[in-house]
């Protein structure tokens, strides 16, 4: 099994056809991907399925991709928050950034840009796990120095 097929990906965004066709990309490419149409919506899936990454689009009706932003922040400090807009300005951008998302994406997304950000979304990730590995390792071990 690739690496690719255990990895989940939400997609929130109140366009259809965008949404759609963002899951049929990922999964020919190997991922779980799960569908939201709006924020409130996304953070029940959020909830549910744990994604490692997740897509926001910035405006949506209900609750704002930047409200959902801080709720996944707030819930996880694993998932990679990936922020879509189609009429954000250097503002949004900067907000979202500060608020913790891990890429700022201006529409209309470049699917092959999208698929980068995501594997280095996921690189950031086995770094920090390997990290975490490697000190719980040192701890176990009590290794001490001579003097």
């Given at each position: 099994?690739?690496?690719?097929?255990?990895?989940?990906?939400?997609?929130?965004?109140?366009?259809?056809?965008?949404r759609?066709?963002?899951?049929?990309?990922?999964?020919?490419?190997?991922?779980?991907?799960?569908?939201?149409?709006?924020?409130?919506?996304?953070?029940?899936?959020?909830?549910?399925?744990?994604?490692?990454v997740?897509?926001?689009?910035?405006?949506?009706?209900?609750?704002?991709?930047?409200?959902?932003?801080?709720?996944?922040?707030?819930?996880?400090?694993?998932?990679?928050?990936?922020?879509?807009?189609?009429?954000?300005?250097?503002?949004?951008?900067?907000?979202?950034?500060?608020?913790?998302?891990?890429?700022?994406?201006?529409?209309?997304?470049?699917?092959?840009?999208?698929?980068?950000?995501?594997?280095?979304?996921?690189?950031?990730q086995?770094?920090?796990?390997?990290?975490?590995?490697?000190?719980?390792?040192?701890?176990?071990?009590?290794?001490s120095?001579?003097?």
């Amino acid at each position: 099994m690739s690496e690719q097929a255990m990895t989940k990906i939400l997609v929130v965004d109140d366009e259809e056809i965008l949404r759609t066709r963002l899951k049929n990309l990922l999964d020919l490419d190997g991922f779980e991907t799960h569908l939201a149409k709006d924020g409130r919506e996304g953070l029940i899936v959020f909830d549910a399925v744990n994604p490692d990454v997740a897509i926001v689009d910035v405006r949506m009706p209900v609750m704002d991709g930047l409200e959902v932003l801080k709720e996944i922040r707030g819930r996880s400090t694993h998932a990679e928050v990936i922020v879509l807009t189609g009429h954000g300005g250097i503002e949004t951008a900067v907000q979202a950034m500060k608020d913790g998302a891990f890429v700022y994406i201006e529409k209309p997304v470049e699917y092959d840009q999208l698929l980068i950000e995501i594997q280095r979304a996921l690189a950031k990730q086995k770094i920090a796990a390997d990290q975490r590995r490697a000190a719980e390792s040192l701890r176990e071990s009590k290794i001490s120095y001579p003097d």
